[in-house]
């Protein structure tokens, strides 16, 4: 298990939705992919691609068409396909990933201040390495979330562009999520 903070290099991550995109992220100057695609049948395949060009790889595990988002899915990613870790909007299944000796992050949704306030207490109960917030374009949340958790903070969702990004961080995101091949680079 690797801690996040020590994984990321490159502070903009490659959100990889479509499997015609992963050669972008593997040119890209990008060291850390969240795969948000695949199924059983390619997963691993997909997975060792990325880890062959250097780079940390995240699955999805609500994405992963063909295995299910449950502990056993979990346990059967973590022995068969071996990622860097997982991303998951589900607490149990951030607790299995660390039982397996994987790194988690926990993807929270921010559409109002109580989201915020269960999005915090589930990070407490789950204990992830990073929390995804989305959308990723509110700096002025993603500052209140830095302060109201020590765990490292990746913003993800509707960011567009290079000022979005930059926005992001300054905002104290560790790094944020792009599904744009163009801002890999």
């Known amino acids: 298990m690797y801690p996040i903070v020590d994984i990321v290099e490159h502070q903009t991550i490659a959100a990889v939705q479509k499997e015609a ?16 695609t695949g199924s059983l049948l390619n997963v691993h ?3 060792g691609r990325v880890k ?15 295995i299910a988002a ?15 870790g997982i991303i998951s909007t589900k607490s149990t299944l951030i607790k299995a990933a660390k ?8 993807r929270i949704f921010l559409i109002d201040r109580n989201a915020v306030l269960r999005g915090i ?9 990073a929390i995804e ?8 949340i993603i500052r209140e979330m830095t302060n109201m958790t020590p765990l490292p903070i990746i913003a993800g969702g509707l960011v567009g562009n290079q000022r979005e ?15 744009t091949p163009d801002l890999w680079q």
């Open 45 to 47: 395949e997909l997975t």
């Open 21 to 36: 995109d992963l050669d972008a992220a593997l040119r890209g100057r990008v060291n850390v992919v969240f795969l948000l």
């Open 99 to 106: 039982d397996c000796g994987l790194s988690a992050i926990q």
């Open 70 to 84: 449950d502990r056993s899915g979990v346990a059967y990613v973590a022995q068969h396909v071996r990622p860097t």
């Open 133 to 140: 917030v989305m959308p990723g374009i509110m700096p002025r």
């Open 121 to 129: 207490k589930a990070v407490e109960q789950s204990s992830p390495d």
């Open 165 to 179: 990004i930059d926005d992001g961080l300054e905002a104290g995101a560790l790094a944020v999520s792009v599904g």
């Open 52 to 66: 062959e060009a250097g780079k940390h790889v995240f699955l999805h595990m609500e994405f992963i068409e063909g």
